[in-house]
């Protein structure tokens, strides 16, 4: 879930385009246009984008399930699939090997798709292939992890990693921001990844605000072992801790192993990403884990949706400039006990 170039919208922007793509894309239903206009290069007034239009063929391409907001990506995007019955969508097998996925995409051009939906398992490395799917006509779909070139994808949708951090800091500035002495400890992901950085920094930076900062730090991997074998470190290096934030609700199984091994319920923890799993810890009331802030594992069903409306030459309605934006960016709420209801029904399991 990497990110290369961090650009944000407001926080008015950031709701009112996630109520967009996660819900109907027009409140203002209009004839849908024909199939000869649906390939003119001007988008159609935007009518109702859930009528059926011209069958096109999405191609997707996404990095192996082997986490569970991966997994959770590439459900979404086969749902979409299946909802609309204009959409003949083409997934192939998740891969984590560069190479493959590269080739995954340059066969979709060479197939004629109409439009590719890509989370890259390296969005740099498959820049130059992404630009050649446009280049031939194609638009792409860029989800989660940003190539490195604005010609790469027609639209990129984004999770907010920076927000997440602020999102946490704040919860437990909320709960602790009257304590100075109060220890917070931070169990990052994988350090070398921009994604990280910009978790990190956000909290830190929310800690900032209440005067609280991160006391003990380290960082495990986005597994359940490695967040098992950071924990157990963290948990033996501070002997008396306030608060958690942990980066990822997949490591986090791992977390709260070690956290039962060592004995320890002393503090409470913030998770990240939104499992299922976590906030299941959430409703049960009796758990360390308070809240954690959701990282939308609908991105890419989000792009496959807007993927339809690109290939179909269709617009956005509810926007006052209609066409499709170039970028768009998920919000991070979150999750507690008194919301948590809202938020588990679609939460993906760890």
Sequence with gaps: MSRFTPRYLSAAALISVTLMVSGCLSNDPEEVESEDDAGASAAEPAGDNAEPGEEVVIGFSGPAAGHGWIGAITEGAQAQGEEFEDIDLRVSEGTDDVNEQISQIEQFINDGVDAIVVL?????????????????????VNVDREFSSPFAARTTILGDNYGMGVSAGNYICEQLGDQEDAVVAEIAGIDSLPL??????????????????????????????GGESAAANLLQAAPEIDAIWNHDDDQGVGVLAAIENAGRDEFFMVGGAGSANMMREIESGDSVVEATVVYPASQAADGVRLARLLAQGRA??????????????LYAPVVTEENVDQYLPDAFES
Excluded: Y
């Design 196 to 225: 990280t950085q910009d978790r990190s920094e956000g909290f830190e930076q929310a800690l900032s605000d209440c005067g609280l900062e991160v006391d003990n730090r380290v960082a495990a991997d986005f597994t359940v072992a």
């Design 316 to 329: 956005m309605g509810d926007l006052v400039q209609s066409d499709v934006p170039r970028e768009i960016q």
């Design 120 to 140: 890259p398992f390296d969005g740099a490395a498959l820049t130059e292939v992404a630009t050649d799917a446009m280049e031939a006509g194609i638009p792409v």
